[in-house]
């Protein structure tokens, strides 16, 4: 068996979007074998795991599914379809809404940090330098 190539962040978003619409039973061995079907390729979990993303992702879906209420009776293959997309939407939803609250963590964290370290609201505002992209002769 050789080595799969490391993760892009490409490949990790489309793990984390595989997460959002997960139902059923979730494991790391099963999480494996989507990702083998969907990327073609072959991580291991510690390799999954490394990645903060993913590992938040599985957390909250691992979540969601333990505290979901039963299964919803379908009555044809539209309705399915629409109520998989609401699944998967849902995900979705929750894990923004975790990774928008971590992220505001970190600003606050951040904004202290620079405020305890003599860095005033003006100095942290200023523009980015411009970016000179003219060729070398």
Partial sequence: MTRSRNLTPD?????????DGWSGKLTWDLLIISVARRL?????????????????????????????VGTRKVV?????????RIARL?????????????LLEQFVRWAYNAYSGGLDEQFLSRPLPVINRKQTP
């Avoid at 490949?11 to 997460?19: D, F, G, R």
């Avoid at 044809?76 to 998989?84: I, R």
Wanted: glycine residues 4%.
């Fill in 40 to 68: 073609r390729r072959t991580y291991t979990r510690q390799a999954l795991h490394k990645h903060e993303w993913i590992k938040r992702a599985f957390m909250l879906r691992k979540q969601i599914l333990s505290t979901s």
């Fill in 76 to 84: 044809s293959s539209e309705v399915q379809v629409a109520n998989d």
């Fill in 90 to 102: 849902e995900g979705e939803n929750g894990r923004l809404k975790m990774e928008n609250d971590r």
């Fill in 11 to 19: 490949a990790v978003e489309q793990i984390v979007s595989i997460l």
